[in-house]
Every structure is written in structure tokens, then in C-alpha cells.
């Protein structure tokens, strides 16, 4: 297995870099990742102290730094130590400023303003979470998204993710022995979708939940008679409502979430 010691500087929280390289990451296999997170770096000082650590642990430097200084200075020393230091967001900032005629303001952490959007997306998330698993139902008609699906088909998390997308998000279970209230079938603003999983995806995900709560794995909760009933329950109430189905047996939640998206910005044309 290959061990790689990686910097990640940011003059912000340093979110932007955590998602490259995470993405870049999962290309790879076989990686012993020994992350070193410095965010907020906005001085040479506190840099020294950064490039200390860097020294005794060489390996690859990802840095957004608009400080021209700082920069300077961390991309000759990496020269000097023979590292490679790479600041992702170079090449977008070039493009756009050719194609806009304007220079990138040299301003840490803009993304993280506190405008207008971001507001609304705390607001998002709030809802979200007043809004799970079929909470204040009487509220529904204020969400944006509806999620609609059996126990542990991933309906709060891919509700949350959403939220912090800036969507609102409410959900709610779909059991047999409990019907949803009539509001659902009635609603005018949110887009309902269906969420659905195969039954054995779903026993598996409920026994792991089960032993990890200490559980009895063997109940009617994963019983393949009654998860099966249960799944195409749900299933043909989504076909009765015309409601747009995602399978995400095999989806992650930021695929589930993007599949949502497409689909709701698709009803918003």
C-alpha cells in the first residue's frame, strides 16, 4: 500500500480543498492517506509554523491562498524541498477572468459569505430537520422536495444533503400498516418522489441497523415476506400518484440527491 502525506492549506475553512482532493482520492486504490489540515492561513508567521510540519512529513501541498505573499513564499520553499505544491483553483480563475475581462478579487473564504443564500440555506435545513420522517406533516406544503419511501431507504440523509444544497426538504416513511396522511396525496407545491431499494439491499441495511442497536436481527422488520410486501407497497402507491421513482440501491446519497435535482429542476422549466 502506498503512504502519502497530504497538505491541504487553506486562508478559509478549507471545505473547497477537502472536496478535490476527496475526489481526486477515490481514483485511487491502495492509498494510506495521512491528511495534514491547516485551515485559516493568512500570515507568514503561521505559515512557518506550517512549513515545519510540511518538512518533517513531505508530500504533496494543495493550497487556495489569494495572500500573494504567503503564496510566494509556500511555493518557493516547496521548490526548495523539491515538493510539489499545487493550487487547484488556478486554472477556473484564469478562464474566468479571460473570459469575463476582470481579475478574481483576492479575498479569502468569499464563497462563505453571509448573503442572501445563505440564509436561505440555513433556513433549508432547518425545515429539513423539523420536517423528517413525517414530522408537521401539516407543513408540507411549504417543502420544495418531498421524499416518500420504506424505513432505511436513505430518505434523512439524502433529505439533509439536499438541505444543504438550499432545498427544503420534508419526508416521510411509507409503512403499510400506517397510512400517510391524505395531505400527500393533495399536495400542489412540492414535487414528490418516490425513493425504492431492492428487498434484499434493504434487509441487509435493517439487520446491520439492528445489531448495531443491539437488537434482535431476526424480526418481521426483516423478514423477506414482509419487506418484500413492503417494497412494492410503496412501489404501487408511487405508480397510482404519478410520482417520479428513484431506485437507490445501488446510488450513494450525493447521487440519489443529484438524480433529485435533476429531476426538480426539470419540473421547474
Not at 120 to 142: C, K, M, P, S, Y
Not at 252 to 268: F, K, M, N, P
Request: glycine content about 4%; charged content about 25%.
Amino acid at each position: 500500500m502506498n503512504r502519502l502525506h497530504l497538505h491541504l492549506l487553506s486562508d478559509s475553512t478549507g471545505e473547497t480543498l477537502e472536496n478535490i482532493a476527496k475526489a481526486a482520492l477515490a481514483q485511487y486504490d491502495d492509498v494510506e492517506t495521512l491528511r495534514h489540515f491547516w485551515p485559516m492561513v493568512r500570515s507568514e508567521a503561521h505559515l512557518e509554523r506550517i512549513l515545519q510540519e510540511i518538512a518533517q512529513n513531505p508530500g504533496l501541498v494543495l493550497f487556495t491562498l489569494v495572500n500573494p505573499d504567503v503564496r510566494r513564499t509556500l511555493e518557493a520553499r516547496c521548490r526548495a524541498m523539491g515538493l510539489p505544491a499545487v493550487a487547484p483553483l488556478d486554472g477556473v480563475n484564469a478562464a474566468l477572468s479571460g473570459l469575463l475581462g476582470q481579475a478574481a478579487k483576492a479575498r479569502p473564504g468569499r464563497q462563505h459569505m453571509l448573503d442572501a443564500a445563505y440564509f436561505a440555506r440555513v433556513d433549508a435545513i432547518q425545515f429539513t430537520i423539523a420536517h423528517d420522517d413525517g414530522l408537521n406533516w401539516e407543513n408540507w406544503e411549504e417543502a420544495e422536495i418531498l421524499l416518500a419511501g420504506v424505513s432505511r431507504s436513505s430518505k434523512t440523509p439524502t433529505s439533509i444533503y439536499l438541505a444543504n444544497r438550499g432545498y427544503k426538504v420534508a419526508n416521510i416513511p411509507i409503512v403499510v400498516e400506517s397510512p400517510p396522511p391524505d395531505k400527500l396525496f393533495n399536495l400542489k407545491n412540492p414535487m414528490v418522489v418516490g425513493l425504492t431499494t431492492s428487498a434484499d439491499r434493504l434487509i441487509q441495511v435493517r439487520r446491520n441497523r439492528l445489531l448495531s442497536l443491539n437488537q434482535a436481527p431476526e424480526t418481521p422488520y426483516v423478514d423477506q415476506e414482509a419487506v418484500s410486501r413492503e417494497v412494492a407497497y410503496a412501489r404501487r402507491m408511487f405508480a397510482d400518484n404519478g410520482w417520479p421513482v428513484i431506485d437507490v440501491t445501488r446510488r450513494s446519497i450525493e447521487e440519489t440527491a443529484a438524480a433529485v435535482i435533476t429531476l426538480y429542476q426539470e419540473r421547474s422549466k
